[in-house]
């Protein structure tokens, strides 16, 4: 079973300020998604990253894909309370369809 | 577009009950996910169909757990007999086809809730 570790679990910062969530495996992914999750709503996709070293961003907020595909890490610039939620990674082996889920990091911003 | 759509919102009912899920995922979309989330063991794939067909069911917990997909347009996972463990959120996915590359639509879930 692939295990994806995310640190920190949780996460409570003021409004402004910067922050780095981490999802660590020993396996190699040929894909990585993350993920965030509202109270009471399922898991909406923020970004998908395939190529080793890979890096995305979405406004404020940055992604990368390790070298070797085994880890990724979510940067978020001057964090807004809008930013509050779970984040989660989720990784693929193969060409499987599956989804392996990271334990999540709960982020909460405050004014 | 409306996205996947799952009922009951909520579910309170006994230990010993039968629950059934229900799942309508986005049309046009091959691969349906059953997803579990629980505080302890977080976010956990139950079993997922293309085109129908359960492709991988290694994540159902035991017997008293099944699902079926009788037509593209319609899901159900059904637990019977009911436990208090069974307690959790239970999602439904979609995706437009396999692939490493899809992105998951998730619906906002069942809260279950077993007494």
Redesign the interface.
Known sequence: TQLLEQSPQFLSIQEGENLTVYCNSSSVF??L?WYRQEP??????LV?V?TGGEVKKLKRLTFQFGDARKDSSLHITAAQPGDTGLY?CAG?TG??????????TRLQVTL | DAG?IQSPRHEVTEMGQEVTLRCKPISGHN?L?W?RQTMMR????LI?F?NNVP??DSGMPEDRFSAKMPNASFSTLKIQPSEPRDSAVY?C?S?LR????????????TRLSIL
């Open positions: 040929s894909s998604q009471g709503e399922g898991p909406v996709l998908t395939v989660l693929r060409t499987a369809s599956k989804l392996t889920f990271g334990t999540g | 996947v691969s996910f997803y977080g976010l956990e794939l997922y293309n492709i991988d999602f996915a995706s396999e692939g490493v590359l899809q992105p998951q639509h998730f619906g906002d879930g």
